[in-house]
């Protein structure tokens, strides 16, 4: 069964504190790994896809990395704005067609 | 813009009364989901719909039933919603071009279900 561990799960910066948020996953053939971010009552936003082990997105102060076994979400000097719960997700070649697994999110709070 | 809307936003309905939420999509996706989501839980996947193909989790109520009329509109019907039904009801849509794609979900913001 597809696994997904995020950590912590909550995080308190100050502003302008760097910091980063782990995902990390056990399937059986990564198809892509996901990040989003929700604001509360809220949907998810999308923010990244990994396809495969080194590759790298960034997206102003938010940069994800993935290796064979985890991702990681690097916030650069994180402002307010930043605060929200981040999910991580992967779809697997033995999810079945179409199925995305979620972890339970990183609840990031900044304070200026 | 092109969205994912879900009406209602908020729904209180009545221990055992039959409820119905919709999702409506102007992606033109080919793939909807529909998750539930509890306070600080991961969203968990009901099920969903490659075009009309319809695939239902192994551990989805039968309480919970889903219609898709068309590509832009589908409906999430709680039969007998119990206590434990309350929940944000998520609506995603992405796009696939073959079985095991791995295109980005978008959502709706969801309705939050509150059983009395």
């Known amino acids: ?26 399937v059986s053939g990564l ?34 990395t993935l290796t064979k076994k985890e991702s990681f979400l690097h916030i650069t000097a994180p402002k307010p704005e930043d605060s929200a719960t981040y999910l991580c997700a ?23 | ?42 969203p968990k996947l009901l099920f969903h719909y490659y075009d009309k193909d319809f695939n239902n989790e192994a551990d989805t109520p039968d309480n919970f039933q889903s219609r898709r009329p068309n590509t832009s509109f589908c409906f999430l019907d709680i039969r007998s919603p119990g206590l434990g039904d309350a929940a944000m009801y998520l609506c995603a849509t992405s796009r696939a071009t073959h079985k095991g794609g791995n295109q980005p979900q978008h959502f709706g913001d969801g309705t939050r279900l509150s059983i009395l």
């Open chain 1, 1 to 26: 069964e597809d696994q997904v561990t995020q950590s912590p799960e909550a995080l308190r910066l100050q502003e302008g504190e760097s910091s980063s948020l782990n995902c990390s996953y056990t």
């Open chain 1, 90 to 112: 992967v779809q697997a070649h033995s999810g079945g067609y179409q199925k995305v697994t979620f972890g339970t999110g990183t609840k990031l709070q900044v304070i200026p």
């Open chain 2, 1 to 42: 813009d092109a969205m994912v809307i879900q009406n209602p936003r908020y729904q209180v309905t009545q221990f055992g009364k039959p409820v119905t939420l919709s999702c409506s999509q102007t992606l033109n996706h080919n793939v909807m989901y529909w998750y539930q989501q509890k306070s600080s839980q991961a």
């Open chain 1, 31 to 64: 198809r892509g790994l996901f990040w989003y971010r929700q604001d509360p009552g809220k949907g998810p936003e999308f923010l990244f896809t990994l396809y495969s082990a080194g590759e790298e997105k960034e997206k102003e102060r938010l940069k994800a």
